[in-house]
C-alpha cells in the first residue's frame, strides 16, 4: 500500500503548487473568487456541456470584472443537453435507461481536424497483435493482470470486476469510457478489454517471448516503460480525482490558462522548484541532495512534502479546511521559473499540471511513458536532467535558462501550447476512441458479456456518489453526443 499512498502525496503536492499558483497572484481573490463562482455554475447548472464552460465563465468574468471592455455574445443559443442524468432514486439507480439513442449521424459536412502527432502511438501500442490479431484466449491469460474486464455489445457497456483498485481510479476509469460513449454513440466498436489500473505497468516483455512461445495477453493500463507491453489509456485524473480534489481536466485547463495570464513570467523566481514526497523513489530522494544548503546552490529550491489531504469515500470533504491548509502552504510556494518534474514509484498524473505552468520544465529522465508524454521534444517542450547527473545538471539548466531568457520563456510556452492544444479533453476522447477502434479491428473472437459482468453507464455510476465524487462526475459529464468527426488519425507510413 505504501506505493500507492507514495503516489497520492506526489500528485497531491503538485495540484497545491498549482493551487498556491493561483492563490498567489495579484489576482488572486479575483482568481478565487472566480473559481467559487466557476463552481456554483457548474453545480446549480449541471446541464452545461464542458466545452460550453470557458464561454459561460467567460461571460460571467466579463460582466463582474469590467465594464468598459465588450461583452460577450448577448445571443449565445442555449447548450443543448441531450442526455440528462435521471437518477430515479439517488441511491438505488441500478438499472440504465433504456432510451438513449445508440446511434448517432454526425454532421459529416464538418471537416475532420487531423490528430495531434502522438496519436501514432496508438498503432504502435498494438504492434505486438498486428500479425497474430488478438483471440479470446491472449485475453482469458491476461486474467490475472487485470483489476476488471470491460465489454461492450451494441453501445451498452458492462463491467466485470476482479479487485477492487485504489481509491476510485477503477470508478473514474470506466467513467471516462461511458463518456465516450455519450460523444459517440454508435461509433465505438463491440469489444472486451481488460483494464489494470495499478501504478506499474504490469505485461513484462521478458515473460512473453513475442512472436514465439505464448503470446502476450491485451492490457489496458495508464502508462509503460520499454520493458513493458501494456496499452496505454488516459488515467482517471481526466475525469476527476475526488480524494485529492483535483478537478477533471477540462476544468484544470481553463484554471491552468487563467493562472497563466496572470503570472508573469518576469514576477516568477529563477529557482528550479520541487515539491513532493521524496520516499517513493531512489530518484526524489537523491533529489533532496541538490536543495540549497549554507555551503553550495544548485538552484534547486526543493521542499518535502509527506502530508497530504485526502478525502476518504463516505466522508463529506471540509472545503474551509482545505482551502486554510492551501492558503497556509501556499506561503512558501513561490512561483518559480523552473519546475523540476521527477517520477515517484512510476509515471505520475502530475505531469500534465506542471507542463501546462509556462515555467519551464526541468524533467529528470523518465523511465515511464503515458499516452501522450512520449511525443514531448527536449529542448522544445521541456529541458532534459540526467538522473545520473541531477544537481549539477539542474544548476546548468538554470544558468542557461538565466542566461537565455527568451528561450527558456519559449520552452515553457511550448509546453503549454502542447497541454492546452493537443491535450485538450476533445483529443484525449479522440485519443480513446481511435484506440478502441484499433484495438477493436484486431479482435479474432465476439464479445460476450461473462457471468458476473453488471451493465453499467452514467445514472448507475453517479446517482449513488456523493460529495466530490459526484460533482466531478457532473462536471465531466456529456451531455451531448458530438456534432463533429472525431479528428482523422496520422497515416500509417510515418512511424517512428
Ligand atoms: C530546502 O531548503 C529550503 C530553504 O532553506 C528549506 O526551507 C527546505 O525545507 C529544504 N528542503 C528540504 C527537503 O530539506
Ligand atoms: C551564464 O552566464 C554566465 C555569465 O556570463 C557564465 O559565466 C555562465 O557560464 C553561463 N552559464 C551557462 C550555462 O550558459
Redesign the pocket.
Known amino acids: 500500500m505504501g506505493n500507492l499512498f507514495d503516489s497520492v502525496g506526489g500528485v497531491w503536492s503538485k495540484a497545491a503548487r498549482w493551487c498556491s499558483h493561483f492563490l498567489e497572484t495579484p489576482g488572486k481573490r479575483w482568481a478565487s473568487a472566480a473559481l467559487l463562482v466557476f463552481s456554483i455554475v457548474l453545480l446549480t447548472s449541471s446541464y452545461i456541456y464542458w466545452t460550453d464552460v470557458r464561454a459561460i465563465t467567460g461571460t460571467f468574468l466579463f460582466k463582474t470584472s469590467t465594464s468598459s471592455s465588450s461583452r460577450a455574445a448577448p445571443n449565445k443559443p442555449p447548450v443543448k443537453v441531450d442526455y440528462p442524468l435521471k437518477c430515479i432514486n439517488e441511491a438505488l439507480t441500478l438499472t440504465c435507461p433504456t432510451n438513449y439513442p445508440v446511434k448517432y449521424e454526425s454532421k459529416a459536412s464538418s471537416l475532420a481536424v487531423a490528430c495531434p502527432e502522438y496519436f501514432r502511438w496508438i498503432r504502435e501500442d498494438l504492434r505486438p497483435w498486428r500479425d497474430t490479431g488478438i483471440t479470446r484466449k491472449m485475453v482469458e491469460t491476461g486474467n490475472k493482470y487485470g483489476d476488471l474486464r470491460l465489454v461492450i455489445v451494441k453501445g451498452k457497456a458492462y463491467v466485470k470486476m476482479y479487485r477492487r483498485s485504489f481509491q476510485t481510479r477503477d470508478v473514474f476509469t470506466v467513467w471516462g469510457i461511458l463518456q465516450l460513449l455519450r460523444l459517440y454513440p454508435g461509433k465505438v466498436p463491440d469489444l472486451e478489454l481488460l483494464f489494470a489500473c495499478g501504478d506499474r505497468p504490469v505485461v513484462k516483455k521478458r515473460d512473453y517471448q513475442w512472436p514465439h512461445g505464448t503470446y502476450a495477453p491485451p492490457v489496458f493500463h495508464y502508462c509503460v516503460d520499454d520493458e513493458s507491453l501494456d496499452i496505454p489509456f488516459p488515467d482517471w485524473s481526466f475525469w476527476g480525482w475526488g480524494e485529492i480534489n483535483i478537478r477533471p481536466w477540462g476544468t484544470m485547463l481553463w484554471g491552468l490558462r487563467e493562472a497563466n495570464k496572470r503570472i508573469k513570467w518576469k514576477n516568477r523566481k529563477p529557482y528550479a522548484f520541487w515539491k513532493g514526497n ?1 520516499s517513493t523513489s531512489g530518484r526524489r530522494a537523491d533529489l ?1 541532495k541538490c ?2 544548503s549554507d555551503k553550495q546552490d544548485w538552484n534547486a ?4 512534502q509527506v502530508i497530504f489531504l485526502h478525502h476518504q469515500r463516505g466522508t463529506e470533504p471540509d472545503p474551509l479546511k482545505y482551502r486554510r491548509v492551501l492558503l497556509k502552504r501556499s506561503k ?1 510556494y513561490k512561483t518559480n521559473l523552473y519546475k523540476i518534474f521527477i517520477e515517484g514509484v512510476a509515471w505520475s498524473v502530475s505531469d500534465k499540471y506542471i507542463l501546462g505552468c509556462d515555467s519551464m520544465t526541468l524533467l529528470v529522465k523518465p523511465k515511464y511513458y503515458d499516452f501522450f508524454t512520449r511525443s514531448l521534444v527536449e529542448k522544445k517542450h521541456y529541458w532534459p536532467i540526467k538522473p545520473s547527473n541531477l544537481c549539477r545538471d539542474i544548476k546548468s539548466a538554470v544558468e542557461w535558462g538565466n542566461n537565455n531568457t527568451d528561450k527558456a520563456q519559449a520552452i515553457g510556452e511550448a509546453a503549454s501550447k502542447f497541454i492546452q492544444e493537443d491535450l485538450k479533453m476533445e483529443f484525449v476522447y479522440d485519443y480513446a476512441y481511435h484506440l478502441l477502434r484499433e484495438y477493436a479491428k484486431l479482435m479474432r473472437f465476439t464479445p460476450k458479456i461473462p457471468p458476473g459482468a453488471v451493465e453499467i453507464c452514467s445514472e448507475t455510476m453517479a446517482c449513488p456518489q456523493n460529495g466530490p465524487w459526484r460533482q466531478f462526475m457532473m462536471e465531466s459529464m456529456v451531455r451531448s453526443p458530438k456534432d463533429t468527426l472525431p479528428c482523422t488519425m496520422p497515416s500509417s507510413s510515418s512511424s517512428p
Open positions: 521524496p533532496m536543495n540549497v529550491r526543493v521542499y518535502a512558501i
